[in-house]
């Protein structure tokens, strides 16, 4: 491949051009090719023609770099600060926006409260495994298989068998919060929006719905209009999206936090939205198709910039660093 990228992007071959005639002809050697193939010359073409490689800028790879920067010395990562809890709460209180009700406390299950209607959650779980959704005493629902009981005691044996799993236990540490529904009258409960956001900019939004095991996905772009990801979609369940109003909250969220992007998981309740929790790396970034895996590098990059000049002209990101313990 590089040989190739040499060949084709030889100053012979390319002198006097037209540049739409160079794209086009060079368009599947742009976008195959990965920035370990381009060597600082061929580089220095590309620029004088206003060319690119598209896998230069990547969403996936900077998802990559802040994983793999968990095991440098002195880096700072700020959006996994809001990755537990009771960090995200301090800072959704800070700024005055409404999230589900908690006392923000850990406690064992036999000490838990179950109140209702309330949501008993494992607080160091993934997929919804241990997320119950407390109606009334007679019914509840495990969120991640649609699973019904008709007591307390029924849930907490279910909660013990999660918590004995030979393969990834769930650990004995739980929170109790306010249930958030679409539809109180018919018991709903609220469908989750995912932002992402990159500081101040709400590129694409996930909306999903769980009916009983099964999840249902649908995206949106900034603009309301259903897009295809890569990802496996449907468009046989009523959505609900969301309204200009409802993404420009997202937007003032994601620039009081000092970094380019975050996902912002909300839940549209019925009525408005409510911060649910912020989500550092989301699931299955790897399945965006490669149009949008540039789309969103793009947007990464803009955000950098926009941040930097706000860094540079004095913006302190108080609450944040209140929040998040940065200033101890």
């Known amino acids: 491949m590089r040989a190739a990228v040499e060949r084709t992007f030889h100053p012979n071959l390319i002198a006097g051009m037209d540049p739409q005639?160079?794209?086009?002809r060079t368009e599947s050697l742009r976008a195959e090719a990965t920035p370990h193939h381009v060597s600082h010359r061929v580089l220095r073409r590309l620029e004088r023609n206003r060319l690119g490689i598209?896998?230069?800028i990547s969403f996936r790879a900077k998802v990559h770099e802040m994983s793999e920067a968990r095991y440098l010395d002195g880096v700072l990562r700020p959006t996994w600060r809001l990755d537990?809890?009771?960090s995200a709460y301090n800072f959704v209180d800070a700024?005055?926006?409404?999230?589900p009700r908690s006392d923000k406390s850990r406690y064992s299950?036999?000490?838990a409260p179950k109140d209702s209607p309330g949501v008993l959650k494992a607080t160091r779980s993934t997929g919804s495994r241990g997320c119950y959704l407390i109606y009334s005493e007679d019914h509840i629902v495990h969120v991640r298989d649609g699973q019904t009981f008709e007591s307390i005691g029924e849930?907490?044996?279910h909660a013990h068998k999660l918590m004995n799993a030979q393969r990834n236990p769930v650990r004995d540490n739980w929170m109790w919060e306010e249930l958030i529904l679409e539809d109180v009258a018919n018991r709903i409960p609220a469908r989750d929006l995912k932002f992402y956001a990159f500081y101040g900019e709400v590129v694409i939004v996930r909306e999903s719905v769980r009916t009983g095991a099964e999840t249902k996905v649908a995206y949106w772009d900034a603009d309301t209009q259903q897009r295809d990801m890569g990802h496996p979609q449907d468009f046989d369940f009523p959505r609900l999206g969301f309204t200009p109003d409802e993404a420009s909250l997202v937007s003032d969220i994601s620039l009081q936090i000092?970094?380019?992007?975050?996902r912002i998981d909300m839940l549209k309740s019925e009525d408005g939205l409510v911060v649910g929790e912020f989500t550092p790396r989301p699931g299955n970034f790897d399945e965006f198709n490669d149009d949008w895996d540039r789309i969103l590098g793009e947007a990464w990059v803009r955000a950098e910039s926009?941040?930097?000049?706000?860094?540079?002209?004095?913006?302190?990101?108080?609450?944040?660093?209140?929040?998040?313990?940065?200033?101890?």
Do not use: W
């Open 155 to 157: 849930m907490t044996q």
């Open 54 to 56: 598209r896998r230069s």
């Open 258 to 262: 000092p970094h380019p992007y975050a």
């Open 95 to 99: 700024i005055g926006v409404r999230r």
């Open 84 to 86: 537990t809890k009771n």
């Open 109 to 111: 299950l036999a000490d």
């Open 306 to 328: 926009r941040l930097m000049a706000d860094l540079l002209c004095g913006k302190s990101f108080q609450p944040f660093l209140e929040a998040t313990n940065l200033l101890t």
């Open 21 to 24: 005639a160079l794209a086009r």
